[in-house]
């Protein structure tokens, strides 16, 4: 997922953008859904690997469904996955708090050249 993100980075921001900080870099990757949208493509489809990971993140789970995120859902595997959704969208923020802070914010905040 980080080489996901890194190139979602590298692929729509500019010397010209300017970020304060990781969660304003977040924003801003997300703006079109393009960081859902990684979290989406990496959640398990198969009931056995997704049985699996509850086993030992049984915490998203309860957070997606204390978030809200589950109201309505009755199908375990859904709930599963909705933790599984929480899990990765904590994991995409920490990897664009990583990618910031590991370039010190240079690769976002390039000045103009004149």
Not at 14 to 22: A, E, L, R, V
């Given at each position: 997922m980080?080489?996901?993100i890194?190139?979602?980075i590298l692929k729509d921001v500019?010397?010209?953008?300017?970020?304060?900080?990781?969660y304003d870099l977040?924003?801003?990757?997300?703006?079109?859904g393009e960081?859902?949208?990684?979290?989406?493509?990496?959640?398990?489809?198969?009931?056995?690997d997704l049985r699996k990971w509850a086993v030992d993140n049984y915490n998203w789970i309860d957070e997606a469904i204390d978030e809200g995120l589950c109201e309505g859902v009755t199908d375990f595997h859904k709930l599963i996955q909705c933790g599984q959704w929480v899990a990765l969208n904590h994991e995409a923020r920490?990897?664009?708090e990583e990618l910031?802070?590991?370039y010190n914010g240079k690769l976002f905040n390039v000045?103009?050249?004149a």
């Open positions: 980080k080489d996901d890194k190139n979602e500019t010397g010209y953008d300017k970020f304060d900080n990781f977040y924003d801003y990757l997300n703006e079109g960081i859902d949208s990684i979290i989406d493509y990496n959640i398990d489809i198969y009931n056995y920490e990897i664009v910031f802070n590991e000045e103009e050249v």
